[in-house]
């Protein structure tokens, strides 16, 4: 069988940037959309060209910069938004609408004080004003996790027919489960008149800390682009991490599902945006967390130094690490210690090191972590001892 490619769809701008505290301008958005292209990215979605004057500014000249990817500005349901997106999308080389409307039952009768049948017809409404400007038209049915099938289903074909290209299907408080997201995308897959004249696309935030598996669900059963964000910002508990979903794609080939992305970017690409937004990254988080190839447990330093795949699943290189790192803690033994005397320029006999490791737990247990200055003072130390 061959191998499917994977769009990815970068909302770091957007969504992204509706954390609190990480407003950027127009310049260090700029920066970033850059990098997005060159990362490898296929849309770029620059923002919300109606929310702010500054944002429609942000938008256009993004437009004008981006050179390889598509660039995307978000709409509502209504001709005004459209209007201020096709203006501030007008310099892309491969401009994107991405507008849409909510379909649970909670948004139709809470937020917009209406009915299913009205929602459908403002849904199709939206999408033919939009083809007006652009071909590329990315329909959303927010709280489509939420959304009954049957009903999503009715919804989708009546964006296909007035022309949608992509179908957003957003996961937007983060409720489903996985198998629960994969089955509402087969069922969409094999229920919507027309689907195979649009993408399916997966658009999940991670209040319950699902919202990478729950993308990975999607592309399993038919989706055929992920929405992310860079570091998994955005609102909320945020949204699906653009690095976990390239990483799970790129590290199980049985999926037969590829993406563009050049992956020695990711950990570059996320300090740049960490610096930029002033979120720092969590130590822990997966693949560019500062602790992702680190190893205090003398047990796994012990077999990282003789095979780092016995607890690596993937070489630090690939993601822009320099190398795995052993850090010396109580809990480290002998061979992560001699490891990093080697590492400093010291060679010590197994005699010496039983000798040095005795000192070496007096200081671990003083301190979080043992350091290379902690290290020569322990040899200077241990040598006048023995003389």
Same mark, same amino acid.
């Given at each position: 069988m061959k191998s499917e490619k994977i769009e990815i769809f970068d909302t770091t701008l957007r969504?992204?940037?509706?954390?609190?505290?990480?407003?950027?301008?127009?310049e260090q958005k700029l920066i970033i959309a850059e990098k997005l292209d060159e990362l490898g990215v296929d849309v770029i979605e620059a923002g919300?060209?109606?929310?702010?004057?500054?944002?429609?500014?942000? %938008?256009?000249?993004?437009?004008?910069?981006?050179?390889?990817?598509?660039?995307?500005?978000?709409t509502r349901a209504n001709q005004k938004d459209i209007d201020a997106a096709a203006e501030a999308l007008r310099f892309a080389k491969r401009p994107r609408i991405h507008t849409g409307i909510g379909t649970s039952d909670s948004h139709i009768r809470f937020k917009f004080n209406s009915n299913r049948e009205?929602?459908? =017809?403002?849904?199709?409404?939206?999408?033919?004003?939009?083809?007006?400007?652009? =071909?590329?038209? =990315?329909?959303y049915a927010e709280?489509?996790?939420?959304?009954?099938?049957?009903?999503?289903?009715?919804?989708c074909e009546a964006a296909i027919k007035a022309g949608a290209t992509v179908l957003n299907i957003p996961d937007t408080t983060g409720y489903c489960l996985p198998e629960e997201y994969g089955n509402k995308i087969k069922y969409l897959k094999e229920n919507v008149n027309g689907i195979d004249?649009?993408?399916?696309?997966?658009?999940?935030?991670?209040?319950?800390?699902?919202?990478?598996?729950?993308?990975?669900?999607?592309?399993i059963n038919g989706a055929r682009q992920i929405e992310c964000t860079i570091n998994g910002l955005g609102e909320r508990a945020g949204n699906t991490a653009l690095e976990e979903v390239v990483m799970i794609l790129r590290q199980h080939p049985d999926l037969q599902l590829y993406t563009d992305v050049k992956s020695r970017m990711l950990n570059p690409m996320s300090f740049l945006v960490s610096e930029l937004m002033g979120m720092p990254v969590q130590?822990?988080?997966?693949?560019?967390?500062?602790?992702?190839?680190?190893?205090?447990?003398?047990?796994?330093?012990?077999g990282i130094i003789k095979n780092r795949e016995t607890?690596?699943?993937?070489?630090?290189?690939? %993601?822009?690490?320099?190398?795995?790192?052993?850090?010396?803690?109580?809990?480290?033994?002998?061979?992560?210690?001699?490891?990093?005397?080697?590492?400093?320029?010291?060679?010590?006999t197994k005699n010496e090191l039983d000798f040095l490791y005795e000192e070496?737990?007096? %200081?671990?247990?003083?301190?979080? =972590?043992?350091?290379?200055?902690?290290?020569s003072a322990i040899i200077e130390k241990v040598t006048r001892k023995i003389g």
């Open positions: 969504d992204g940037e509706q954390v609190p505290g990480c407003k950027l301008n127009t919300f060209p109606i929310s702010s004057p500054g944002d429609f500014h942000s %938008v256009s000249e993004i437009s004008k910069l981006v050179k390889n990817a598509k660039v995307c500005g978000l009205d929602i459908i =017809e403002r849904a199709s409404q939206a999408v033919k004003y939009a083809k007006n400007f652009v =071909e590329d038209v =990315e329909f709280d489509a996790g939420r959304t009954d099938n049957d009903y999503l289903a009715r919804v004249r649009a993408i399916l696309s997966c658009h999940c935030h991670n209040d319950l800390g699902m919202a990478t598996a729950n993308s990975i669900s999607g592309v130590p822990n988080k997966a693949i560019v967390g500062a602790n992702a190839f680190a190893h205090s447990s003398g047990i796994h330093q012990d607890y690596e699943i993937i070489d630090p290189a690939e %993601v822009g690490v320099n190398a795995s790192t052993i850090v010396l803690t109580a809990r480290s033994g002998r061979s992560a210690l001699a490891y990093r005397f080697k590492h400093i320029g010291f060679e010590v070496f737990l007096r %200081v671990a247990d003083r301190k979080k =972590e043992v350091d290379n200055n902690d290290l």
